[in-house]
């Protein structure tokens, strides 16, 4: 027999692999992340003004993306925390304290701290693990930390890190979307 809290439970992780919540979160951020990589490498793209901006745009189309769908299929948008972290990444944008803050730790703090938010707020250890990593490894990345001491990563240490970690990401969205597929075929998740 079946408790109502593991039936809420169950239904939640059924809702949520319907909307592809964690593959589409981790997809999205590794598309940023490599974006990042390849300006740390390009310096006719350092110029580190419209990096600022990126995790806005992330969240902002995360934001869309859950209301469009909400509006097509009629299945609700959750309360994940896209708007509240779009707000947040825009007034770090434009406010002076948080552009020092971006100019100094780099844009990667503000998507791995959002995806610390959303994965707790989700209870998945997934999001919010790799949000830990992103937020540790962008300042390293920014302030040259790696470029500096991590000469096995090559020429361009900083930016080499932040493409591992946009592998990661990439690896942990197909690992997302196999185990929503999973819930939703009735199997057990792998």
């Not at 997809?27 to 990126?54: E, I, P, T, Y």
């Not at 730790?105 to 938010?117: Q, T």
């Not at 999001?127 to 390293?140: E, I, K, N, Q, R």
Request: net charge positive.
């Amino acid at each position: 027999m079946v408790t109502v809290p593991e039936y809420v439970d169950a239904l939640r992780r059924r809702q949520r692999a319907a909307r592809h919540t964690g593959s589409l979160v981790l997809a999205v951020h590794a598309v940023a992340v490599a974006v990042l990589a390849v300006a740390q490498v390009d310096w006719g793209l350092a110029s580190w003004r419209w990096q600022n901006v990126v995790p806005v745009v992330v969240y902002v189309v995360l934001w869309a993306v859950v209301r469009v769908r909400e509006r097509v299929t009629g299945m609700g948008g959750g309360r994940d925390g896209f708007g509240v972290m779009a707000a947040f990444a825009l007034a770090l944008a434009l406010l002076p304290f948080g552009y020092l803050l971006l100019l100094l730790a780099g844009p990667g703090v503000v998507l791995g701290l959002g995806l610390v938010v959303v994965g707790v707020r989700q209870r998945s250890a997934l999001l919010w693990g790799h949000g830990l990593v992103l937020a540790a490894v962008s300042p390293l990345a920014r302030l040259g930390t790696l470029d500096n001491h991590a000469w096995f990563l090559g020429p361009h240490a900083g930016a080499t890190g932040l493409g591992l970690v946009a592998l990661a990401l990439v690896v942990a969205a197909a690992r997302a979307l196999a185990a929503e597929r999973a819930v939703l075929a009735g199997a057990p998740a792998p």
